[in-house]
T-cell receptor
Framework: AQTVTQSQPEMSVQEAETVTLSCTYDTSESDYYLFWYKQPPSRQMILVIRQEAYKQQNATENRFSVNFQKAAKSFSLKISDSQLGDAAMYFCAYRSPGAGTASKLTFGTGTRLQVTL | KAGVTQTPRYLIKTRGQQVTLSCSPISGHRSVSWYQQTPGQGLQFLFEYFSETQRNKGNFPGRFSGRQFSNSRSEMNVSTLELGDSALYLC?????????????FGPGTRLTVL
């Protein structure tokens, strides 16, 4: 079974600064998908960024980028120019390829990000 | 386009009762997944439905069940409620059941068992 580990329960960053959230995972599969989800205090979970394991290029979405190290099974999220609206719980998640029985998301325990003025 | 909706948003029940939670996916989405979120266990997968068929089930007791209707709306039922069932129950929908499909989450139903 796959596992996802987020070793930072809480992180803090000043507005306009950069912060990196860590995630490691364990799998025996060679192809899979990795995600970062954001859950603001309102509780609606939204997708921040997605990475396909077969792609070597790191995914980028505006101020959000990932550092995907497949051999090390590491998938960190970098938030640049942090904004107050970035304050939330961030979850790293893993998903096996394919459909049906392989389709569930496995989540890490989350990192609570605080953004200070 | 309307997002994923879940009803009710809040629910208080007592031990031994049963409860039914509802999820309406985004229009056109055929896959619905359910997750339980608790402070102690985090986010755990309950089950996934695609075209009215359960495709995948997490490691939960048989008291947890679900179904999907022909319009893709889904319900989950928990019978003989226990204190430990208190949680935020999240529903997520996607176009298909392939892993490449993005899952869109609803706001959740907060269940409190007294």
């Amino acid at each position: 079974a796959q596992t996802v580990t987020q070793s930072q329960p809480e992180m803090s960053v000043q507005e306009a600064e950069t912060v990196t959230l860590s995630c490691t995972y364990d799998t025996s599969e060679s192809d899979y998908y990795l995600f970062w989800y954001k859950q603001p205090p309102s509780r609606q979970m939204i997708l921040v960024i997605r990475q396909e394991a077969y792609k070597q290029q790191n995914a980028t979405e505006n101020r959000f980028s990932v550092n995907f190290q497949k051999a090390a099974k590491s998938f960190s999220l970098k938030i640049s120019d942090s904004q107050l609206g970035d304050a939330a719980m961030y979850f790293c998640a893993y998903r096996s390829p394919g459909a049906g029985t392989a389709s569930k998301l496995t989540f890490g325990t989350g990192t609570r990000l605080q953004v200070t003025l | 386009k309307a997002g994923v909706t879940q009803t009710p948003r809040y629910l208080i029940k007592t031990r031994g009762q049963q409860v039914t939670l509802s999820c309406s996916p985004i229009s056109g989405h055929r896959s619905v997944s359910w997750y339980q979120q608790t402070p102690g266990q985090g986010l755990q997968f309950l089950f996934e439905y695609f075209s009215e068929t359960q495709r995948n089930k997490g490691n939960f007791p048989g008291r947890f069940s679900g179904r999907q209707f022909s319009n893709s709306r889904s319900e989950m039922n928990v019978s003989t409620l226990e204190l430990g069932d208190s949680a935020l129950y999240l529903c997520a929908s996607s176009l298909g059941d392939g892993s490449y499909n993005e899952q869109f989450f609803g706001p959740g139903t907060r269940l409190t068992v007294l």
